[in-house]
């Protein structure tokens, strides 16, 4: 799958393309799934090039499971045959090279395990960033996606109090996943109040209420946003540059496998389906992953 020149999801074509190789520190595999995230289409669209430069042509998806046939030069401890998961470029592919990369958890199918690693990442350097201790109350706003049901999860499991936003339908999906869920739309702020202190915020929806999650938290210091560029016109950091993706494929692995964490996918498309995807995921009420099958 590949774009020309940026803009909506009429841009992708399902074109034939040079095979990848697999250079130092990478390894390639034939892809049986790519995770579908907000950034896919953003990129796509020409929103966020500073962190991720694009030369067109351009691939599509950083996120993708398969089995590993090529291993590069100075790679240990995977070899042609693994089962893996992990973060690369131009992922909506038969083949694909990835610069970091897991084992697949047992039980984990190759669609579920596509949903993981970007999801994950960002969730454990957004906990990070914004400073939030166990026993204190975060906020999560647009909780019930990808990224917000990882955040959900493993916040709880650091004993992290949460409360999530979503819309009504995701309500019992959210306590599911261990948060006091509230919905959005008139009114919200009052009732997040009601629900108690507010000690740090995330904005996942990039919705407009990058205000009022300050008012809730009294510090812009103490709000982060992964979806709204006007962010910092508030004094709240915007955060869009990847940390470790080896470390967080390794927690996330191992939060998998202790059954503490699992993201359910909503919903599987075809390699001729991206441009849906794309349709869907930016139309936004996703209950956990969404991802396009190989």
């Known amino acids: 799958m590949s774009f020309a020149e940026f803009g909506g999801p009429d841009v992708l074509q399902l074109v034939d393309a040079e095979e990848p190789h697999a250079g130092p520190g990478q390894v390639r595999i034939a892809v049986r799934a790519a995770g579908v995230n907000p950034v896919d289409w953003r990129i796509r669209e020409g929103q966020i090039l500073g ?7 351009s691939g599509v998806g950083l996120d993708a499971s398969g089995v590993v046939d090529e291993v590069g030069e100075g790679v240990e401890g995977v070899e042609v045959g693994d089962h893996v998961f992990g973060e690369g470029l131009s992922t909506y592919a038969e083949f694909a090279v990835l610069s970091a990369w897991a084992r697949m958890p047992g039980g984990l199918t190759f669609e579920e395990a596509a949903g993981y690693p970007s999801v994950v990442e960002t969730a454990l350097r957004i906990i990070r960033e914004v400073g939030v201790q166990p026993g204190q109350t975060l906020l999560v706003s647009g909780a019930s996606g990808g990224v917000g049901s990882a955040v959900l999860q493993i916040a709880r499991e650091r004993g992290i109090a949460v409360i999530g936003t979503a ?7 959210l306590r599911s996943l261990g948060a006091v869920a509230t919905t959005y739309g008139e009114g919200w702020v009052e009732r997040v109040r009601r629900l108690g202190h507010v000690d740090a915020a995330l904005d996942l929806a990039g919705s407009g209420v990058i205000r009022e999650l300050v008012e809730l938290t009294g510090d812009p210091q103490r709000v982060i946003s992964i979806a709204d560029l006007g962010a910092p016109e508030f ?13 967080a494929l390794a927690e996330a692995a191992g939060l998998i496998s202790r059954g503490k964490l699992h993201i359910p996918v909503e919903k599987s498309y075809t390699l001729a389906e991206a441009a849906a995807a794309h349709i869907d995921s930016q139309a936004g009420h996703t209950r956990g992953r969404r991802v396009v099958v190989i």
């Open 51 to 57: 962190a991720h430069p694009v030369e067109l042509p």
């Open 167 to 173: 819309g009504a339908a995701n309500q019992d999906y």
């Open 235 to 247: 004094g709240v950091r915007f955060s869009g540059v990847a940390g470790s993706v080896p470390e």
